[in-house]
């Protein structure tokens, strides 16, 4: 199984970036997803997640943290094994080293890091002011 996260780099404040994570070596589509972030000095902390399909139509439950709530979206698309953060209206707060993240079991979000299986080498994010 392999995760590999991308779309990092440097972007003022107010500005915008779109994070991916190719997924390989899973049957994605039947996988939650989750992201992280750890700044330095921090500990890892829970930013979105989103389930696997729910029901026979195309449903998925999502959550984001209070932190990034109105400003970050996650997405997945199963038919390109990638799953997606959009990052909106961004702030140096939100400096980080962003990780993707795959867990298995019934669609369900899990804001822990210990809940996940496998993760992504993470790519870093950094907010100018």
């Known amino acids: 199984v392999q995760l590999q996260a991308s779309g990092g780099g440097l972007v003022q404040a107010g500005g915008s970036l779109r994070l991916s994570c190719a997924a390989s070596?899973?049957?994605?589509?039947?996988?939650?997803m989750g992201w992280f972030r750890q700044a330095p000095g921090k500990e890892r902390e829970f930013v979105a997640a989103?389930?696997?399909?729910?029901?026979?139509?195309?449903?998925?439950?999502?959550d984001v943290a209070d932190s990034v709530k109105g400003r970050f979206t996650i997405s997945r698309d199963n038919a390109k094994n990638t799953g997606s953060l959009q990052m909106n209206s961004l702030k140096p707060e939100d400096t980080a080293v962003y990780y993707c993240?795959?867990?298995?079991?019934?669609?369900?979000?899990?804001?822990?890091?210990?809940?996940?299986?496998?993760w992504g080498q993470g790519t870093q994010v950094t907010v100018s002011s």
């Open positions: 989103i389930t696997w399909n729910i029901g026979r139509i195309r449903y998925y439950e999502t």
């Open positions: 993240a795959a867990r298995t079991g019934p669609p369900s979000i899990r804001k822990l890091p210990e809940n996940y299986d496998y």
């Open positions: 070596g899973l049957t994605f589509s039947r996988y939650n």
